[in-house]
């Protein structure tokens, strides 16, 4: 029997309600990495493959038409801007300042300090190779004003008052300087700054993340159950192992497509084994039963185990050989072991469905 309409209705011989478990709560980094591949981890999944940061300097001719008449001041003229009177000098966000005129990196706020000046203050550039120090006997005094390297832009004095371990304060004019907020670094070409925010712990790496596809009748029940078992990150309902390349809801209850009514499931490995994973697989429906869960009957609802990677695949087997010799199921486990393939999300309407009905149609629930 396949459900129908729409929100679809089921109708079960069983109408037992999901057993309670401990609702999931991730958190925490992952110790076996380091900074560097933690910068890395955040980087990756803010960034596209070519989000890299082109330090190509405003062309001279376009400058006066595209900084602002303080930027062009500042950075063409060897202008300085009123002190308290300027975008960064109480700016305590962290992040990375830039070159106006070329986006070059130059100073991060992990080196700002509050001077009192009225400018923002550092006590070291991101990297002195691109700073260029030349002497000042403008106003009578002698002084060393910072250029950037790459577009020649002035940028302030530097002073040897700072705080240590340098004792150097650059003093710069926050119109020569683009200020990135650390969440957007990746985003725009800067990932290979990160290192330095990881170390001085303002950035947690991502948990470790595995995928499951997992099939065992309605998903709706099963995605209920599973999305309540603590180290599981996200579920999403769908279609998986048929032969037919976006399949409606329609198509795969037809029983032509192949397709099983399916759950991915991603989950943090260092909280949740594959293993663990499918020892709750096994106990929230019946695998014994070919191609139906209670009145559910086809195809589409069969139980089967999509596994990711070879050694999901001996994992699996190895389970569901242990639950067949378990006793606990009367009838030989009939449990598909295939390899994954193409998994397609099902409608909006069906993902989260019972978070958006309670009380809706349910064949699953927690076994013992």
Known sequence: MNKKGAPPMKHCILSLSAAAVLVAVFAGCNPANSAREA????????????????????????????????????????????????????????????????????????????SGTGWPSFTKPVDAQRIVERTDNSFGMGRTEVRS??????????????????????????????????????????????????????IKPSPPRETAILAGGCFWGMEEIIRNIPGVIKTTVGYSGGTVTNPTYEMVCSGTTGHAEAVRVVFDPSRLSYEQLLGYFFRM?????????????????????FYTSE???????????QVDKSGKWERPITTEITKASAFYPAEAYHQDYLQKHPGGYNCHYLRG
């Open 39 to 114: 910068a890395e981890i955040f980087a990756d999944q803010a960034r596209g493959p070519d989000a890299t940061a082109k330090f190509t300097p405003i062309p001279l001719a376009e400058r006066k038409k595209k900084l602002g008449s303080e930027q062009y001041h500042v950075t063409q003229e060897n202008g300085t801007e009123p002190a308290f009177l300027n975008a960064y000098w109480h700016n305590k966000k962290p992040g990375l300042y830039v070159d106006i005129v070329s986006g070059e990196p130059l100073f991060s706020s992990l080196a700002k300090f509050d």
């Open 149 to 202: 390297k790459t577009a020649n832009s002035h940028l302030g004095h530097v002073f040897e008052d700072g705080p240590g371990p340098t004792h150097l304060r650059y003093c710069i004019n926050s119109a020569s300087l683009r200020f990135i907020p650390m969440e957007k670094m990746a985003a725009q070409g800067y990932g290979n700054y990160l290192e330095p925010f990881v170390r001085a712990d303002l």
């Open 285 to 305: 429906h019946d695998p014994t039963t070919l191609n139906q869960q209670h009145n559910d009957i086809g195809v589409q609802y069969r139980s089967a185990i």
């Open 311 to 321: 050694e999901q695949r001996q994992i699996a087997e190895r389970v569901k050989a």
